[in-house]
């Protein structure tokens, strides 16, 4: 298995970054052999993957970054880099490779606090690897500052140091920044391919495959959390039932008091599982003895990580939030494609009777409102509205219709 099975109906990306790894391997060995390096490149210094939710942006960065740090000596016979199997492919999969650093947004923002160490890390050479590969999740959400700090790391990188960033799309990013990257579109793939990675990758069963890809309309991970994560399937169904509730004013205000509730056991779930481990290394890296008080100097230190922890809860909340609210929007498609009698295939097959009864008493028009609503909402909590607020105002506006 090769690090471009990650990249799931992605065939011309495929294709692009392969040729790009071979160049780059024929660089890094033209530069340890003191030969000339090769007259035509198709490697540069810094790339732009963009793409909509699910389609595998960070999935092709890495597996590029794999492809980058390959060793395997298949290489000299002509193989293609990133074998999935060698010491630099499974770090840099991993994302414990010393030469392949990942930025993720932890709140709703990358702070420059969080780029200055890589930034600087970005103009030193491999400490071990053949490139100094810095991988930015989402590119989409670098502030000002933090952007301005990314741009003059791109203006004048060092020679084996590539930038490799992700955002759903070119317009995301400042338009200095994307100037001095190549581009790659990425497309939603197929819910067959969805379905076949599931079956070849996770052992799925082929219905249940591909009822998961149609419901999930192609988005790779959630397919994958809904075809192996009973939880998530029983978050789904409640989800799905929600339109169904929506009668009185207070069943509305329920309802939006559910879905919070729910995100927020997600983020709890999350928390309990990252945060006492991450503290408790911290501790002992500041040489706090097991149970003892910290040593003097260090209580700013760990704010910091409190703070970041804090930021990664509230992103973990929106985002839950946020695939609900996707799941919502599936639904009232499928409603809409049944009235307006369309021969576009249901999404969510496993509730046709209730999408049928909600189709026959409402009208196009409304449902075209709900969907709007579904909008705003997912509008203000990308601009810091309370969720319960946010939710509350969408439950109501899909009762009105």
């Not at 990133?82 to 932890?106: E, Q, Y």
């Not at 103009?123 to 741009?151: C, H, Y």
């Not at 409640?238 to 207070?250: F, H, I, M, N, Q």
Request: glycine residues 6%.
């Amino acid at each position: 298995m090769t690090v471009w099975d990650d990249l799931v109906g992605q065939e011309k990306v495929g294709e692009l970054l392969t040729g790009a790894a071979r160049d780059a391997d024929a660089l890094v060995t033209a530069s340890a052999a003191d030969a000339p390096p090769p007259e035509a490149s198709s490697m540069t210094h810094a790339w732009l993957f963009t793409g909509p939710p699910g389609a595998g942006r960070n999935q092709a960065a890495r597996a590029f970054a794999a492809a980058l740090q390959c060793v395997s000596p298949d290489r000299a016979l002509g193989g293609v880099p990133g074998c999935g199997f060698c010491d630099g492919c499974h770090t840099a999969l991993l994302g414990t490779h010393a030469d392949v650093s990942t930025v993720a947004a932890v709140g709703t923002e990358i702070l420059v606090k969080d780029m200055r160490d890589t930034v600087r890390k970005s103009f030193t050479s491999p400490a071990n690897g053949r490139w100094q590969v810095i991988l930015v999740e989402d590119a989409e959400r670098l502030n000002e500052k933090s952007a301005n700090a990314v741009l003059k790391a791109v203006e004048e990188p060092a020679p084996r140091t590539v930038w490799l960033l992700c955002a759903p799309s070119i317009e995301d990013v400042l338009p200095t920044i994307r100037s001095r990257c190549r581009h790659l579109s990425l497309r939603t793939p197929s819910m067959d391919a969805v379905a076949d990675m599931l079956v070849r990758r996770e052992g799925i069963e082929r219905d249940a495959a591909a009822a998961a890809a149609r419901a999930t309309q192609g988005h790779v991970e959630r397919a994958r959390r809904l075809a192996t994560d009973p939880a998530a399937r029983e978050r789904r169904a409640s989800v799905l039932k929600l339109p169904l509730r929506l009668d009185e004013v207070g069943s509305c205000l329920k309802a939006a008091q559910q879905l919070v509730d729910a995100a927020t056991d997600d983020a709890r779930q999350l928390a309990e599982e990252m945060d006492g481990k991450e503290t408790e290394e911290l501790k002992a890296a500041l040489g706090a003895a097991q149970g003892g008080r910290l040593p003097r100097g260090t209580a700013g230190v760990m704010k910091d990580l409190e703070d970041m922890q804090k930021r990664r809860r509230t992103r973990t909340q929106r985002d839950s939030l946020d695939v609900a609210l996707g799941d919502l929007t599936g639904f009232y498609r499928d409603v809409l494609a049944l009235q307006l009698g369309s021969r576009v295939a249901l999404a969510n097959m496993d509730a046709e009777q209730d999408l049928e009864r909600l189709a026959r008493a409402s009208s196009p028009e409304s449902t075209l409102r709900r969907i709007e609503a579904i909008s705003a909402c997912r509008e203000a909590l990308e601009g810091n509205v309370a969720p319960l607020l946010a939710v509350e105002a969408m439950t109501m506006a899909l009762r009105a219709g």
